[in-house]
């Protein structure tokens, strides 16, 4: 089993759409999450650490669920700028652990 | 911002020749890695680094592999022979803390290209 597993994707989506990616890690001791976002042929940046309360930012939100060991990233009225590959990165002890990425592509 | 710079951006060189590619982290981060990336592919972790020594390695990181910190300010990462598999894109990443809960700053890549 991998460590973080993505939905396969790609994800082809209109604009305004709403899309909802999924992850899951194998690790319980995993310490903490995040969503990283990449462009084609860029570095990876942060888009979101994910808590188990949840949290938002505009018009994403990030969701954990410790018990089932699953992330969740939600983003809301899709932009044609949205247009990436989605990262879901688990970190345990200093190691971060990426899952294999996500492409969605907005469409107009 | 600070941010982590990485040098070269392309790198292209024959098969079995020896590579080093640099980088320069966030002045306040304790914490190093270097990732991989082959085209198409997901980012792979290749090697951490704390306090002058690797604190972990991937499988990826053979014999051929090796890191240091010359001075107080780059983070290398060295091939010593190069195989055609070794074509990818090098990220170099800095946190602050490494028990796990901080970010990973990137820098922007070292493309290689093995011939």
């Known amino acids: 089993r991998k460590e973080v597993e993505q939905d396969p994707g790609p994800f082809n989506v209109p604009e305004g759409a709403t899309v909802a990616f999924n992850c899951t890690y194998s690790?319980?001791?995993?310490?903490?999450f995040f969503w990283y976002r990449q462009d084609c042929r860029k570095e990876p940046k942060l888009l979101m650490s994910?808590?188990?309360s949840g949290n938002e930012d505009g018009r994403f939100t990030a969701q954990l669920n410790r018990a089932s060991q699953y992330i969740s990233l939600l983003i809301r009225d899709s932009k044609l700028s949205d247009s990436a590959t989605y990262l879901c990165?688990?970190?345990?002890?200093?190691?971060?652990?990426f899952g294999d990425g996500t492409t969605l592509t907005v469409k107009p | 911002e600070p941010e982590v710079t990485q040098t070269p951006s392309h790198q292209v060189t024959q098969m079995g020749q020896e590579v080093i590619l640099r980088c320069v982290p966030i002045?306040?981060?304790?914490?190093f890695y270097w990732y991989r990336q082959i085209l198409g592919q997901k980012v792979e972790f290749l090697v951490s680094?704390?306090?002058?020594?690797?604190?972990?390695k991937s499988e990826i990181f053979d014999d051929q592999f090796s890191v240091e910190r010359p001075d107080g300010s780059n983070f290398t990462l060295k091939i010593r022979s190069t195989k055609l598999e070794d074509s990818a894109m090098y990220f170099c990443?800095?946190?602050?803390?490494?028990?796990?809960?901080?970010?990973?700053?990137f820098g922007e890549g070292s493309r290689l290209t093995v011939l």
């Open positions: 994910v808590y188990s």
């Open positions: 690790n319980s001791a995993s310490q903490s």
């Open positions: 990165v688990v970190n345990k002890a200093g190691k971060s652990t």
């Open positions: 002045s306040n981060h304790l914490y």
């Open positions: 680094f704390y306090n002058n020594e690797i604190s972990e």
């Open positions: 990443a800095s946190r602050t803390r490494g028990d796990g809960t901080g970010e990973l700053f």
